[in-house]
């Protein structure tokens, strides 16, 4: 593609005299021309925006070591998919609780308990979005809260499912806090719990951070396998094994991954096992029409699932 000519008025306009500004504002105004007149050569991007030669070549050089523009066949220079990414990520975290809501208002109404949204950071995770109802305690978690990730089933629910390298930062960031008496603070036993959580699909807190408290989770997963967030179900109800937490797990699990289809994520065919970034994933039953399965499909769910 031969260089774009811009106007010269529109240029100054838009762009101003590039000359008495920062390496940041030439960066961003390099890709930001890319964006709207690329792939153009560096004479042609120095032209545009007023730049000496050599400095337009040094932004267009840290910019490709950054990932952030590659050359064509011709040698001009693009955007690459790298600004994609960043902003799917951003992208992530605003659709996140719009498509949750209805999810966790379905769910509230099917268990009678408070149902909540959480997304990491850092160490922690913090509290998007909740819905409680007028049949169970109400649990006083604030929307910001942050909690840490070892000892709510939201946290072990994420942490299950991020990269090895990642899930061990984490561990490490901090000390692993007693809240109860039923906290996991031994980091090896907290990797086997995790471990069960990655292969069996869903996180459970039995009271770990609140004492009478019981809690359910499931990871919510993007397009590229990575949990980026989890939904739960939580209450005074006890979640041991049997058929009512195998029939709330098949409810959480159809949710989850209603969701993260929204998101871009593809699962594995029924009852097959794959890893994502480096770990093993168990694929839930298929959502049926809005959001979570009646009582006919726990008995498929948990055929497809295994510990």
Not at 246 to 255: H, K, P, T
Request: glycine fraction near 6%; aromatic fraction near 4%; include cysteine.
């Amino acid at each position: 593609m031969n260089p774009v000519a811009y106007d010269c008025a529109y240029s100054r306009s838009k762009f101003g005299n590039h000359a008495s500004l920062s390496s940041i504002p030439r960066a961003v105004h390099v890709v930001d021309l890319l964006a709207h007149r690329g792939p153009l050569g560096v004479r042609a991007v120095a032209q545009q925006l007023h730049l000496p030669l050599g400095s337009a070549h040094r932004i267009l050089t840290d910019l490709a070591g950054e990932a952030i523009i590659e050359r064509t066949a011709t040698g001009e220079w693009e955007l690459s998919y790298r600004l994609l990414e960043i902003v799917g990520a951003q992208l992530e975290r605003v659709q996140l609780p719009r498509l949750a809501r209805p999810v966790l208002e379905q769910l509230a109404s099917d268990t009678r308990e408070t149902t909540f949204l959480a997304v990491p950071s850092r160490d922690e995770i913090v509290y998007l979005d909740k819905v409680q109802t007028d049949l169970q305690l109400q649990l006083n978690v604030e929307l910001g809260t942050r909690r840490p990730m070892h000892c709510t089933g939201l946290g072990k629910a994420i942490l299950a499912n991020l990269p090895e390298a990642q899930q061990e930062q984490v561990l490490a960031a901090s000390p692993l806090r007693a809240f109860t008496p039923n906290t996991i603070t031994d980091p090896m036993l907290l990797r086997l719990d995790l471990e069960r959580t990655r292969r069996r699909g869903y996180a459970v807190d039995r009271e770990e951070i609140i004492l009478g408290v019981q809690c359910v989770a499931v990871p919510i997963l993007n397009h590229a396998g990575r949990a980026v967030g989890a939904i739960s179900v939580a209450g005074t109800t006890p979640k041991t094994e049997g058929e009512r937490l195998d029939a709330l797990v098949a409810r959480l699990s159809a949710a989850g991954e209603y969701v993260s289809r929204r998101l871009g994520f593809t699962p594995p065919a029924s009852g097959s096992t794959a890893r994502t970034n480096g770990q093993q994933a168990t694929s839930a039953p298929p959502p049926t029409h809005a959001v979570v399965p009646d009582a006919s499909a726990v008995a498929e769910a948990e055929a497809a699932r295994t510990e």
